[in-house]
């Protein structure tokens, strides 16, 4: 519990320094009990100088980032509920970038010789310095046994499970302070968000679960015309490293060199979201954290995803569920999407069908017809989380 206080303490002052605290009386405005164990706790210290023309989120979005690997992905997670902390300090979490410095080459070539052997260390040729480090990895260019044939190698950080542990047990004791004095955030379900933040990244962090994923999904989608699943070499892999294909790609994040190549940006987000669906309604097994870091596209227009860390399976009735549902808006059917939410479980028996039919309308019925760039996304959420609140 010591520990616990202690790292409350320094995340007290870490939000005090970085004159955070502001976003958090913008969200709430505390009773007097918990303004005081705010001030025990840090709050009170004086925030650094030229800070003070920042926004709240800004200086939110910086506090967590510098605090590191836990904190940047609670911030991550936040950034998707501006029904509870607001659109403005929402909308600055969304830029939390997941980069923290590399650790050195020796030290990758220290975990690499300890975890793979001596012989299929030895097999590993021209390994190049980190071309990225993030929280929990960072990642090498290297060659297999003097083949032409380039490979990505991910590196766990040295000692990240004990660092990422001992703060979650901090974020943990917050949750259930957090969650005991401010009411709104019940339905947040704060203690079940950590613990499950927990057994998630401890999956990460055991990489042979991210190989076996990709190897998964690899031999799912060996069919699927435009869809490309990086090869896994087991011999290079192990619970602190992974050894996949180099991807030679461009982030789809980077639209006019996509349109440099004749790549058609429409037909390409249009399979991104079929690939998306027939991996989730075919298969029941699909890539959970596909945001825009995570993807690439081959010179022939083929989506290449990376990081599969964070994966997601549906049981076959839940697929069913899901298929019916889309297929309900599609149509216009708002009782039958009403009929299948019951019937799935997602919404109490007590609760108006007719009600909640009509609300499902309140949403399809302004989106259909319209072109993507009339149609509010900010809006469409909020109202999504008012019927998600109120349902």
């Not at 980069?99 to 590993?124: D, M, Q, T, V, W």
């Not at 004791?173 to 079940?192: C, D, S």
Request: proline letters at 3%.
């Amino acid at each position: 519990m010591i520990k616990k206080l202690l790292m409350l303490f320094k995340i007290g002052r870490k939000l005090s320094t970085s004159g955070a605290i502001s976003s958090i009386y913008e969200i709430y405005t505390p009773p007097l009990g918990i303004k005081i164990l705010l001030f025990i706790i840090g709050f009170s210290l004086k925030e650094k100088k030229n800070i003070s023309n920042l926004s709240s989120g800004v200086k939110l979005c910086n506090a967590l980032q510098e605090m590191g690997t836990t904190f940047i992905k609670l911030g991550q997670f936040l950034a998707t509920r501006p029904d509870i902390i607001g659109k403005n300090i929402s909308e600055e979490l969304e830029k939390l970038q997941d980069k923290l410095p590399p650790f050195s080459i020796n030290e990758a070539k220290k975990i690499l010789k300890e975890e793979l052997g001596e012989k299929n260390f030895n097999e590993i040729k021209n390994l190049s310095e980190p071309i990225a480090a993030a929280s929990i990895a960072q990642v090498h260019f290297a060659k297999i046994n003097d083949s032409n044939k380039e490979v990505a190698i991910k590196i766990l950080r040295p000692n990240i499970e004990k660092i990422f542990n001992d703060e979650l047990d901090a974020l943990m004791l917050l949750a259930y302070i957090v969650q005991f004095f401010l009411k709104k955030t019940k339905r947040l379900k704060l203690i079940e968000v950590v613990q499950l933040l927990r057994e998630i990244t401890n999956v990460e962090m055991d990489l042979r679960f991210e190989a076996a994923a990709a190897n998964e999904l690899k031999e799912n989608t060996k069919n699927d015309l435009g869809f490309k699943v990086p090869k896994i070499y087991w011999n290079q892999t192990s619970k602190k490293v992974l050894c996949l294909d180099r991807i030679d790609g461009i982030s789809i994040r980077e639209v006019e060199n996509l349109k440099s190549l004749n790549i058609n940006v429409k037909k390409l987000s249009q399979n991104i979201i079929q690939h998306f669906l027939r991996h989730a309604v075919r298969d029941g097994f699909f890539h959970a954290d596909m945001h825009q870091g995570n993807l690439f596209v081959g010179k022939n227009g083929d989506i290449v995803p990376v990081d599969f860390g964070i994966m997601g399976r549906l049981d076959k009735n839940n697929r069913k569920y899901l298929a019916e549902i889309l297929y309900g808006f599609i149509k216009r059917d708002y009782k039958k999407v009403a009929e299948i939410h019951f019937i799935a479980g997602l919404i109490p028996k007590e609760t108006s069908k007719e009600d909640f039919a009509q609300a499902l309308r309140s949403i399809g019925e302004p989106i259909f017809g319209q072109s993507a760039k009339n149609i509010s996304g900010g809006k469409l959420l909020a109202q999504l989380f008012e019927v998600t609140e109120r349902f």
